[in-house]
């Protein structure tokens, strides 16, 4: 039976309304928990205006878990495959104390509304839960589980799974709180040195997106650390397969709305950039490598690189932020016992400045 606390969650859930910032219409959310289903394995996600199946408690369990697994070491410890990881890179800093502050506001939004990003992600994974709904249902007496990353013939499937529900996140439910302001989908296909890996591979997706040197090292430190992690997961090398990631970059940067450098108007634009990559196989095995290999040996190594890369572009509403701030205040707080910013700052990593 379910306890006050998750109705009320569920009712607060239920009743989510973001601007569609492309036709200025309300763009109704309300959360559809997927039905118990007696003939597949695993249940599905919508969203819409309808109102949603009879949630169950399990449900509410699992995206708890989810919840709670803030670091891929912690989830992959859970039986959960890692979350996507945000980076912040620190808000800029300038001889106007009163753009300064603003920065810092801005910074501290977008990393509280990371937990929302967070929150609707699992909503999505969790929807892909084992249904126990009689015979034929594929779970176990506790009513289902989660893709497990540390089974081998689950592995990759538990990382696609989370990676796809970031980003049908983003394009999804997300829409509204973040305006989508540009994407692109490309596919890398190169052979070079090992010891050149990381710093191509971080040219190709993040290269034009105007971060130092100095901010490019640290967001490889981020990755390298999170492939340490990721590397316990026992993907087996299947040809055909993709090892599937999602993760995020936020910053604050400071934008010359005026287009004339001659007679710039600066204005602070809190944006977020979302990567979702699709690694062949080999390439995921020689990043593992990377990540284990003694640094004098192997590096003139040629290897072939391959991935699918899709970027979105996205500027936090913050109007839209504010306004449900303090329900996802409270759902937040439920679910995971911290605040947005909390939360926030649980799944994120910080970089270096931006300067001004």
Same mark, same amino acid.
């Not at 169950?56 to 989810?66: G, K, P, Q, S």
């Not at 004339?260 to 979702?276: E, G, I």
């Given at each position: 039976?379910?306890?006050?606390?998750?109705?009320?969650?569920?009712?607060?859930?239920?009743?989510?309304?973001?601007?569609?910032?492309?036709?200025?219409?309300?763009?109704?959310?309300?959360?559809?928990?997927?039905?118990?289903?007696?003939?597949?394995?695993?249940?599905?996600?919508?969203?819409?205006?309808?109102?949603?199946?009879?949630?169950?408690?399990?449900?509410?369990?699992?995206?708890?878990?989810?919840?709670?697994?803030?670091?891929?070491?912690?989830?992959?410890?859970?039986?959960?495959?890692?979350?996507?990881?945000?980076?912040?890179?620190?808000?800029?800093?300038?001889?106007?104390?009163?753009?300064?502050?603003?920065?810092?506001?801005?910074?501290?939004?977008?990393?509280?509304?990371?937990?929302?990003?967070?929150?609707?992600?699992?909503?999505?994974?969790?929807?892909?839960?084992?249904?126990?709904?009689?015979?034929?249902?594929?779970?176990?007496?506790?009513?289902?589980?989660?893709?497990?990353?540390?089974?081998?013939?689950?592995?990759? %499937?538990?990382?696609?799974?989370?990676?796809? &529900?970031?980003?049908? +996140?983003? #394009?999804?439910?997300?829409? !509204? $709180?973040?305006?989508?302001?540009?994407?692109?989908?490309?596919?890398?296909?190169?052979?070079?040195?090992?010891?050149?890996?990381?710093?191509?591979?971080?040219?190709?997706?993040?290269?034009?997106?105007?971060?130092?040197?100095?901010?490019?090292?640290?967001?490889?430190?981020?990755?390298?650390?999170?492939?340490?992690?990721?590397?316990?997961?026992?993907?087996?090398?299947?040809?055909?397969?993709?090892?599937?990631?999602?993760?995020?970059?936020?910053?604050?940067?400071?934008?010359?709305?005026?287009?004339?450098?001659?007679?710039?108007?600066?204005?602070?634009?809190?944006?977020?950039?979302?990567?979702?990559?699709? %690694?062949?196989?080999?390439?995921?095995?020689? &990043?593992?490598?990377? +990540?284990? #290999?003694?640094?004098?040996? !192997? $590096?003139?190594?040629?290897?072939?690189?391959?991935?699918?890369?899709?970027?979105?572009?996205?500027?936090?509403?913050?109007?839209?932020?504010?306004?449900?701030?303090?329900?996802?205040?409270?759902?937040?707080?439920?679910?995971?016992?911290?605040?947005?910013?909390?939360?926030?700052?649980?799944?994120?990593?910080?970089?270096?400045?931006?300067?001004?």
């Amino acid at each position: 039976m379910m306890s006050a606390t998750q109705q009320q969650f569920l009712q607060s859930l239920d009743h989510v309304s973001f601007s569609n910032q492309v036709s200025g219409e309300p763009l109704d959310l309300r959360v559809k928990f997927a039905a118990p289903s007696a003939t597949g394995r695993r249940g599905s996600y919508s969203y819409g205006v309808e109102a949603p199946a009879a949630p169950r408690v399990e449900t509410i369990n699992a995206l708890t878990r989810v919840m709670n697994s803030t670091s891929a070491e912690l989830a992959v410890k859970n039986k959960i495959a890692p979350m996507p990881i945000s980076v912040n890179i620190e808000p800029p800093v300038s001889a106007d104390q009163a753009e300064t502050t603003k920065a810092a506001t801005l910074h501290q939004h977008l990393v509280s509304a990371s937990s929302i990003a967070h929150l609707y992600t699992g909503i999505l994974l969790v929807n892909q839960i084992v249904q126990n709904s009689g015979p034929g249902g594929g779970g176990g007496g506790g009513g289902g589980d989660l893709w497990d990353p540390t089974e081998p013939d689950e592995a990759i %499937v538990a990382l696609s799974n989370t990676a796809s &529900a970031a980003y049908r +996140a983003m #394009m999804g439910p997300l829409i !509204g $709180l973040y305006s989508i302001k540009n994407t692109t989908a490309s596919t890398y296909n190169k052979t070079m040195k090992r010891r050149d890996i990381h710093g191509k591979f971080l040219d190709e997706f993040m290269g034009e997106y105007g971060l130092s040197a100095q901010q490019l090292d640290a967001l490889d430190g981020v990755l390298t650390e999170y492939v340490k992690t990721t590397r316990k997961i026992p993907v087996t090398p299947e040809q055909q397969s993709t090892v599937d990631q999602v993760f995020r970059v936020n910053r604050v940067a400071r934008v010359n709305v005026s287009s004339d450098s001659r007679c710039p108007v600066w204005v602070l634009r809190p944006q977020t950039r979302l990567v979702h990559i699709k %690694v062949n196989i080999d390439t995921w095995m020689h &990043a593992v490598r990377w +990540a284990k #290999m003694d640094s004098k040996n !192997g $590096l003139d190594e040629a290897v072939k690189i391959a991935m699918d890369i899709t970027i979105v572009d996205a500027e936090l509403n913050i109007d839209e932020f504010l306004r449900h701030k303090e329900k996802f205040e409270a759902i937040v707080q439920t679910l995971a016992g911290q605040d947005l910013y909390g939360l926030g700052k649980a799944i994120s990593t910080t970089g270096t400045a931006d300067g001004i």
